[in-house]
């Protein structure tokens, strides 16, 4: 069977195990009701923040333990053969003559050098869509229910990765044409201005992200219980968030995962909750986790976030320069590509970029971590209830590594583990204890104390 067929024939046979895949995997059951603090969390005079973050964790059964702990795992050894199958997927295109092809056929279709990219364009991404299908089924589809996380059947499934590939032919095709209409003018800075041109990029996306392509793959809608957007929106006033409405989107139709955000820019910023967080969320919960996602908003996350993008950028660009003239002067010649400007460079450009950010991935998770925790200390000022925020942190430890070891946490991890988190809202638990004892007032019942921030 030629080459040209076998990619039809694999999609088909993969269409119709996974109709059957679907079928045949149950989704696994959550773990136990987490809703009542347990007695060693309890306020009192001998409160301890060890005992009780170690009563929080005792709440998780050994057997989901387990299963979160091979689910995460498992993540690790992923993060590696997606490294590994990319640049595969990349030196095929480039050695077998294709990325070259693809290039002359644009040009023979038509004489204008930006259509030329696009169309270049739009057939990468379809090729190495195909190449790269059974790795995304297997980790997106197959393995997901496997873990009771994903509720869709195949079609559904097969639905949202054909939007999101044509979301991708689309928004990338754009970019591409500026890019390299960058490289064609500016031979010696092209690095510079694609950095400036790649961070523009991302802020559009951000910005746009919440209005025109969530909606793509979810109904959004606004939230109107008065009983769970009352102390939301309070929340928010009181923290300089000046919004009145919070949206819900519905997640459950792909997913089980429990996830809210405080996402966009400027006036498409919206407060969203997912389902499943509403449906399996206690109010103290759904109050702890918007705290922290508001944290997200206030610290200006998003700022710093793209201001790190901004230098890793611009290392990443002067690395491109440099590595991309090197690997052209030794093996330009065989891959039919003679100049940065050739769009056939593409599949190289994505090698080089894959091995760069797979290096930077301990360093981009610390960064992120490190957010994360800020926003879980703004969130505890904020919303006050430790304990909704440990039962958050254990509805995640479905599919996170509750206890990791230290280096385990630097290298892997883009959270602070579901342990760490139990005890910092343990810690800050105690702390607002004592501070109550000195005032010479009652002790409150925490996970009930209505949200403020301090």
């Known amino acids: 069977?030629?080459?040209?067929?076998?990619?039809?024939?694999?999609?088909?046979?993969?269409?119709?195990?996974?109709?059957?895949a679907a079928s045949a995997q149950p989704a696994i059951q959550p773990t136990v009701d987490i809703t009542k603090v347990p007695a060693a969390a309890q306020p009192s005079p001998h409160f301890n923040v060890d005992e009780a973050t170690e009563a929080y964790?005792?709440?998780m059964p050994p057997d989901a333990i387990a299963r979160s702990n091979a689910y995460f795992e498992g993540g690790y050894w992923l993060i590696l053969w997606d490294f590994l199958y990319a640049s595969a997927v990349c030196l095929i295109v480039l050695n077998t003559g294709w990325s070259a092809a693809m290039r002359d056929r644009a040009q023979r279709i038509t004489r204008f050098r930006w259509l030329q990219n696009a169309l270049y364009w739009i057939q990468y991404v379809l090729l190495t869509s195909l190449l790269g299908f059974p790795l995304e089924y297997y980790e997106s589809f197959v393995r997901e229910h496997k873990y009771g996380m994903a509720t869709q059947t195949f079609l559904p499934w097969m639905?949202?990765?054909?939007?999101?590939?044509?979301?991708?032919?689309?928004?990338?095709?754009?970019a591409f044409i500026v890019l390299f209409a960058i490289v064609r003018k500016s031979r010696e800075t092209w690095w510079i201005w694609g950095t400036v041109v790649s961070i523009v990029f991302i802020v559009i996306s951000i910005a746009i992200g919440p209005v025109f392509i969530?909606?793509?793959?979810?109904?959004v809608h606004r939230l109107d219980d008065p009983k769970i957007t009352g102390p939301i929106l309070r929340m928010a006033h009181a923290n300089g968030i000046s919004t009145n409405d919070v949206y819900e989107i519905d997640a459950s139709r792909q997913t089980t995962r429990m996830s809210a955000n405080?996402?966009?820019?400027?006036?498409?910023?919206?407060?969203t909750l997912n389902d499943n967080l509403l449906k399996r969320g206690s109010p103290e919960e759904i109050q702890a986790v918007m705290g922290h996602e508001m944290g997200?908003?206030?610290?200006?996350?998003?700022?710093?976030?793209?201001?790190f993008l901004s230098v890793v950028f611009v290392l990443f660009f002067a690395y491109l320069r440099w590595a991309l003239r090197?690997?052209?002067?030794r093996w330009g010649d065989r891959w039919g590509i003679h100049e940065i400007a050739d769009p056939a460079v593409l599949p190289l450009v994505f090698l080089l970029g894959g091995l760069f950010f797979f290096v930077l991935t301990p360093i981009s998770n610390t960064q992120i971590r490190a957010q994360e925790k800020e926003a879980d200390m703004f969130g505890l000022n904020a919303a006050r209830q430790p304990d909704g925020f440990a039962q958050a942190a254990i509805h995640l430890g479905e599919y996170r590594?509750?206890?990791?070891?230290?280096?385990?946490?630097?290298?892997?991890?883009?959270?602070?583990?579901?342990?760490?988190?139990?005890?910092?809202?343990?810690?800050?638990?105690?702390?607002?204890?004592?501070?109550?004892e000195k005032q010479d007032c009652p002790a409150p019942a925490v996970a009930s104390v209505p949200p403020v921030a301090h």
């Not at 639905?159 to 754009?174: N, T, V």
């Not at 405080?262 to 407060?271: A, D, P, Q, W």
């Not at 997200?296 to 793209?306: A, E, F, G, K």
């Not at 090197?326 to 002067?329: G, I």
């Open 57 to 59: 964790m005792a709440m």
């Open 159 to 174: 639905g949202d990765e054909l939007k999101g590939l044509a979301l991708s032919a689309i928004m990338g095709a754009i």
């Open 214 to 219: 969530q909606p793509m793959f979810n109904t």
């Open 1 to 20: 069977m030629s080459w040209r067929l076998r990619g039809p024939a694999l999609l088909v046979a993969v269409i119709l195990f996974g109709t059957v």
């Open 296 to 307: 997200h908003y206030i610290l200006n996350h998003i700022p710093m976030t793209v201001l």
């Open 262 to 271: 405080v996402s966009g820019i400027g006036n498409t910023m919206r407060i």
């Open 401 to 436: 590594k509750m206890r990791p070891g230290p280096l385990e946490e630097w290298l892997f991890f883009d959270h602070p583990s579901g342990y760490n988190r139990i005890h910092s809202a343990m810690q800050w638990k105690s702390e607002d204890l004592q501070l109550f």
């Open 326 to 329: 090197w690997t052209l002067a």
